[in-house]
């Protein structure tokens, strides 16, 4: 049943894959560089404004729907879902299907993945201007392929259409990770991000045939129907969901699988706000929140999503601390806050997580693409070589710090608005005290790198060599829109429009954004207030050294510069299982299978250089063959 | 009567094979092949007697003629080979030895 939400979410699917097949198959296009770049962001921008008129239409639907609500008293359902047989069954209902899921979530979801796809794509047209047209070409076709695959999975109304994206996804992000391939350093990090995402997606894909061998469903409403109808056991569930959560936790950088996400750094820096902000490492939350009925029929499952969502959080802001380069100091904070996600998720509180998703989408895609504006400047990523670039660039500094203010959780700015919610939830949520405390450290924590890395950039410091400048129009105009969005998208939750957030979700998830009690906003402030004032104290006015700072953790500070020696215990653990696998499977390989061979063959040389002496070359002696040979069928043929 | 011929012409036959086989110089060789040539003649005459006919023969003309130019290639062939190798003995005509 195709209605016109429907068709307008397939055409936000299919704008950007319309452009990724034009430049895939069109190699002049794509090596016009600046006119491929046309090409992406008129995909993305059509995907743009499709999706900003889908999400407003449904938007005015709940409206109707809560008028309806008050004066019928019920709420019509506002799921519509059109799918295409896609592996059919001779006399029963198809295997697999295709198709698109139209809910508030999906949509919500899909507006931000286009803005923040199309935004990127025009921001680096002037990022990427001096970039070969060939290797732009390239690099356009990979980013309308990655808009692609992320609006699809969006869409996704069932696990395997969505694990058929979620891998496209991922490798689009290897792609685009990878994009300076000549660079060793980026080829590692993109196959690292490979691997280590995959790592996950063995559970997820585990989980699916599981949940599928038990039901004999993908769609996620089918799913959700037969698991509170108690089709399964609790035990078994836990099982399956919890490798589901394992596809999430590689892809959202939850410990211990985070570790990819900041070598990911190594790409362009549009990509990283891509990735950060939209499309790669939203899509575990977004698969727990879409999930969500399954996951909180899982008995115990949701409370381990919250503690490792906030250890998450919190062992991510103290590696943020310690880092030189800005852009891992903004990878760190998004492993952070994707925690604060996951942890409002397991609290039981998917609109909070998802609230948060939607203003982190904004405020981190506009820090990464005002530090990539500050990197193009002063070509350095590190942070102690720049320093007063306030003056010099006005502009970024201006969006820069509204950024950094609203990650911090400053009011009245978005990340308040869902910092402040995903905290009442994890609050009032049972059994969570401990991980409440870490996320309130982490608040302090998140402020205090933020501080940290304005005031480096920014203000302190000596000053970079050269003559910086803000960027171009085609540079600074995304950031403008994202500085807005960072400010206004908390208004979704202020309770002030005609429609709130948690009615606009109604009837599909547990939509009342949590009111926690009267001190929670004074106590997230207060934090966030000290950290700034903490992180400016240190390295603007030198109350303290740094130095001295870092001596007085000692251990721990020395710890988090090597990252916790997470990336050495993979390596070793890289060593020690896998290269010693291997090396007993390489010498299985040379020694038995190759001996086999090899005896084999030698055995037919050897056969060889004996027979050969019987070759004489001289014909007579071949004729005494010919001769005794009759001689002997003669004999033969008279034998009695 | 025929038996005698038979055995005459085996006789011939085996002189021959033994003559290709023992000879080392290629003319000697050329010689016991026409012997053995011959001995199937004189076969296929003592079978025509016998009474096979006419076709016996004819058959023998025929190879008479066969054999007259296959001594004259043969001879030819050993000619050549001398004048490239300047030697006739087959036990040095071993270009094929493995």
Same mark, same amino acid.
């Given at each position: ?490 208004? &979704? @939750?202020? #309770?002030?429009? *005609? +429609? $709130?957030? %948690? ?5 599909? !998830?547990? =939509? /009342? ?35 001295? &700072? @870092?001596? #007085?953790?000692? *251990? +721990? $500070?020395? %710890? ?5 020696? !997470?990336? =050495? /215990? ?36 050897? @056969? ?14 071949? !004729? ?17 | ?98």
């Amino acid at each position: 049943m195709a209605t016109s939400e429907t068709t307008l979410a397939a055409l936000i699917v299919a704008t950007p894959f319309a452009a990724a097949l034009l430049l895939g198959c069109c190699p002049p296009l794509r090596r016009a560089g600046q006119l491929a770049g046309v090409v992406a962001l008129v995909g993305s921008g059509a995907a743009l404004v499709i999706a900003m008129r889908l999400a407003s239409w449904l938007w005015v639907a709940a409206y109707r729907a809560e008028v309806f609500r008050l004066t019928r008293g019920f709420t019509p359902s506002r799921e519509i879902e059109a799918t295409l047989a896609w592996l059919p069954q001779a006399g029963a209902r198809p295997l697999a299907t295709v198709g698109v899921l139209v809910d508030p979530l999906s949509s919500l979801m899909a507006a931000l993945v286009a803005l923040v796809a199309f935004l990127v794509q025009l921001y680096s047209l002037g990022y990427l201007a001096d970039e070969r047209p060939g290797g732009l070409g390239r690099y356009y076709l990979y980013q309308s392929l990655f808009a692609f695959s992320m609006l699809g999975l969006v869409f996704s109304p069932n696990f395997l259409q969505l694990f058929v994206f979620w891998e496209l996804v991922g490798l689009c992000s290897y792609l685009l990770i990878g994009y300076y391939y000549q660079r060793p350093a980026a080829a590692r990090a993109a196959v690292k991000a490979f691997w280590v995402t995959k790592l996950g997606d063995l559970g997820l894909v585990l989980g699916i045939v599981l949940l599928w061998g038990a039901t004999g469903e993908f769609g996620f409403e089918a799913l959700a129907r037969s698991v509170a109808g108690g089709a399964l056991d609790p035990g078994f569930l836990t099982l399956t969901i919890g490798l589901v959560y394992l596809g999430a936790v590689g892809k959202s950088a939850q410990f211990p699988l985070h570790v990819w996400l900041p070598d990911a750094m190594e790409g362009p820096t549009p990509v990283s706000a891509l990735i950060h902000a939209a499309t790669m490492v939203t899509a575990g939350v977004y698969l727990v929140a879409r999930a969500f009925p399954l996951f909180a029929a899982a008995p115990g499952l949701l409370t381990v999503v919250a503690w490792v969502g906030a250890f998450t959080a919190l062992l991510a802001a103290t590696l943020a601390l310690v880092q030189r380069d800005i852009k891992r100091v903004l990878a760190y904070s998004t492993v952070s806050q994707l925690g604060y996600m996951m942890t409002a998720l397991g609290a039981g509180a998917p609109a909070a997580g998802f609230l948060h998703l939607l203003t982190h989408g904004f405020f981190k895609a506009l820090l990464f693409l005002a530090a990539g504006a500050v990197i193009h400047a002063v070509a350095t990523n590190d942070m102690f070589q720049m320093g007063r670039l306030a003056r010099a660039m006005p502009t970024t500094a201006a969006v820069f710090v509204v950024g950094a203010l609203a990650l911090a959780g400053l009011p009245p700015l978005s990340g308040f608005v869902s910092k402040e919610a995903v905290l009442a939830a994890v609050w009032q949520a049972p059994g969570l005290g401990v991980p409440f405390l870490m996320l309130a450290v982490t608040v302090f924590l998140t402020a205090f790198y933020m501080g940290r890395a304005v005031v480096l950039t920014f203000f302190g410091g000596s000053g970079p060599a050269g003559h910086p400048h803000d960027p171009p129009p085609v540079m600074a105009g995304p950031l403008w829109v994202l500085a807005v969005g960072s400010v206004a998208a908390g208004g &979704l @939750a202020s #309770g002030r429009l *005609p +429609l $709130g957030f %948690a009615q606009f979700f109604a009837g599909h !998830l547990d =939509a /009342t954004l949590p009111h926690g009690p009267d001190w929670l906003p004074w106590l997230s402030v207060g934090l966030a207030g000290a950290g700034l004032a903490a992180g400016a104290a240190v390295y603007q006015w030198g109350v303290v050294s740094p130095v001295t &700072l @870092a001596r #007085g953790f000692g *251990p +721990l $500070g020395r %710890a988090a510069a090597q990252g916790y020696g !997470l990336d =050495a /215990t993979y390596a070793a653990m890289y060593r020690g299982a896998l290269l010693g696998g291997a090396r007993v499977v390489g010498w299985i390989d040379r020694y038995l299978v190759d001996g086999v061979v090899n005896v084999a063959s030698a055995w037919t040389l050897r @056969a060889g250089a004996g027979l050969r002496v019987i070759q004489t070359g001289r014909a007579q002696d071949y !004729l005494y063959g010919v001769a005794a040979g009759v001689l002997l069928l003669l004999v033969i043929w008279a034998w009695p | 009567m025929l038996r005698a011929y038979l055995l005459v012409a085996a006789a011939v036959f085996a002189i021959g094979l033994f003559g290709v086989l023992s000879r080392r110089n290629a003319i000697g060789i050329l010689l016991g092949i026409e012997l053995m040539l011959n001995a199937v003649n004189i076969n296929l005459v003592a079978f025509a007697r016998a009474g096979a006919g006419l076709a016996g023969w004819i058959l023998a003309l025929f190879m008479i003629a066969i054999t007259v130019t296959e001594v004259a290639v043969g001879l030819a062939i050993v000619i050549v080979i001398f004048r490239v190798r300047r030697t006739v003995e087959a036990d040095h005509l071993d270009l094929l030895r493995g």
